[in-house]
Every structure is written in structure tokens, then in C-alpha cells.
């Protein structure tokens, strides 16, 4: 692959096939890791769409904004099964006379699954989803791009990923002061850093494939502020859907399982300050940015 376009079309193509591919263990409701790779696989592909837009030309039906749409309807229910797996894991490590505190906690997921798994049901005859697949196929038979679609990836890589990065670094999460880093309004700006972060990820990852080294320690470095800030992110929904349950400070009903998140929330944030506080040095960003002019594609 040496064009632009030819990039694009394996991106779209490589996202779509994924989707489909877990469409039927989505719907058999048996393995949660189903809804999570169509997920991610409706991400990817919004983020493909996103990031080669300049050479793309789609039908009005498949859009980054129907894609999201889709991808929060899912993400809905995956929360939930990530919310499972985080107090179930935790289960062994308290003592009894708290576990019986879960149960109301337990049977509220359930609650919550049920209803967001309906909502997944009914996605698949709907057509948000089904005018999505209809027309990116007839896309994927006969794709039409911009005037711009034989230009070589080399020329332009670094014009479709410094923009995207410069972005990342300018996002005011990273500038806050001290005063602010234990508030509501910090936790809700991390999540939002977040979110920018898998952006980056995912557009950094579109030309994984045939990048060179330093490129791909750029992108793990990405991905580590990804994974990091998803932690602190769990740790808060947990928090939140404890108190919203029980209607009390899950100090007080469940003090061990407490302490454990809260001493997990602080190796966390550790891991935090410690990964902000490189990608805030000068260095760090200058080097990243070389690595994105230095890179090349076979």
C-alpha cells in the first residue's frame, strides 16, 4: 500500500469486517467479550473515517457521528460488564460480613444489563445500524475518494498526525493546577483526556503496521495514558454506582472493599502524575513530534 486512499479503504475495510464478524456473539448474549470487540471495532472505524476524511467520500449515511452513536449504545453495555468484572474480582478480598452488602449491588447490574442488552437488540433492526451497513458495503464494492487519493501516505502521514497531536498536548487537562487535581471538575476533564487519548491511539494505530521503532513507542507511551486514565475513570463510575445503590457512603458498609479502592485510586494517580510528567517535558514532545516527521511506511 502506497497511496492514500489505498490506506483509507484497508483501514474501513479491516473495522467493518470486525463488527460484522462479532455481530452474532453480541446478539447470543454469552461471551461479554463480544460487545467489547464490537466496539472497539465501531470506534476504530470512526476514528478511520475521522482520520482519512480528507480523501474519503462516503455516502451521507456512514458518518463518524452515526458511528459514535452506535459505539455509546454498546458502550453502555460493556461498562456495565467492566463494572462486573471489577467488584467480582474484588470479591476474594474481602470479608464476608461485607460481601453480603454486594448483593443489592449485584442485582442492580443485572437490572441495568438487561435493559442496555434490549437496547443492543433492538440496534441490529434498527436503522441507525442497518443503513450503516447497507451503504458502507455498497461503499466497500465501489468506493469513491477526493482528487487527493493517489497521493503517496509518506508526503502527507505527518500532516494527518501532527495536527492530532499538537491537539492532544494543548487539551487543558494537562495545565491544571495542583489546587484543582482532587476535584469533581479535574475528574471529569481526565476523562474527557481520555477520550482524546484513544482518539490519538486509534489514529496513531492506523499506521501501526508499518511504522518504524520509535514510532511505536510513541504509540505504547499513548496507549499508557489510555490505560492509566481508564483506571481512574473505573475506579470513579464504581465509586459513584456504590453510592447511588447502597444511598450511603460505601465507607461505612463496606470499609475494606473501600480501602481497596481507594488504595488502588492512589497507585493510579501515582502512575498518572508520573506519565503527565513526561509528556510534559520538552523533550518528550519534541521527540515525539521528530518521530512522527522521521516515520515512514513500506
Known amino acids: ?51 482519512f476524511g480528507l480523501v474519503l467520500q462516503l455516502p451521507k449515511k456512514v458518518s463518524a457521528a452515526r458511528v459514535g452513536k452506535i459505539s455509546r449504545i454498546l458502550g453502555e453495555l460493556r461498562d ?14 474481602i470479608p464476608n460480613q461485607e460481601i453480603k452488602h454486594l448483593d443489592p449491588v449485584f442485582k442492580s447490574l ?6 442496555c442488552y434490549k437496547k443492543v437488540k433492538k440496534l441490529f433492526s434498527d436503522n441507525l445500524y442497518i443503513q450503516l451497513k447497507q451503504e458502507l458495503k455498497k461503499w466497500l464494492d465501489d468506493p469513491s475518494y477526493t482528487q487527493i487519493d493517489q497521493v503517496n501516505i509518506n508526503l502527507v502521514l505527518p500532516d494527518i498526525l501532527l495536527p492530532q497531536i499538537s491537539n492532544f498536548f494543548l487539551y487543558p487537562t494537562w495545565y491544571f493546577p495542583a489546587s484543582y487535581q482532587k476535584s469533581e471538575q479535574y475528574e471529569l476533564s481526565l476523562h474527557a483526556l481520555r477520550k482524546q487519548a484513544k482518539k490519538l491511539r486509534y489514529n496513531l494505530e492506523l499506521f501501526e503496521q508499518q511504522a518504524n521503532q520509535e514510532y511505536q513507542y510513541y504509540l505504547q507511551e499513548v496507549t499508557q495514558v489510555q490505560t492509566i486514565l481508564g483506571d481512574i475513570q473505573d475506579n470513579i463510575v464504581l465509586r459513584e454506582f456504590l453510592k447511588q445503590t447502597w444511598q450511603q457512603d460505601p ?14 485510586n492512589l497507585q493510579h494517580w501515582q502512575s498518572w502524575q508520573n506519565q503527565s510528567a513526561k509528556f510534559l517535558s520538552l523533550d518528550f514532545k519534541k521527540s515525539f513530534y521528530l518521530a512522527i516527521l522521521n516515520s515512514t511506511t513500506n
Open 1 to 51: 500500500m502506497n497511496t492514500l486512499s489505498q490506506w483509507a479503504y484497508h483501514a474501513i475495510t479491516k473495522h467493518f469486517n470486525k463488527i460484522v464478524k462479532h455481530e452474532n456473539g453480541v446478539l447470543a448474549n454469552q461471551d461479554i467479550e463480544q460487545v467489547h470487540q464490537m466496539r472497539v471495532g465501531m470506534r476504530r472505524l470512526r476514528s478511520a473515517i475521522d482520520g
Open 80 to 93: 456495565l460488564d467492566v463494572m462486573s468484572e471489577m467488584i467480582e474480582s474484588l470479591v476474594d478480598q
Open 110 to 115: 443485572k437490572q441495568d444489563r438487561q435493559y
Open 251 to 264: 465507607q461505612k458498609t463496606t470499609p475494606t472493599l473501600s480501602y481497596i479502592l481507594q488504595k488502588n
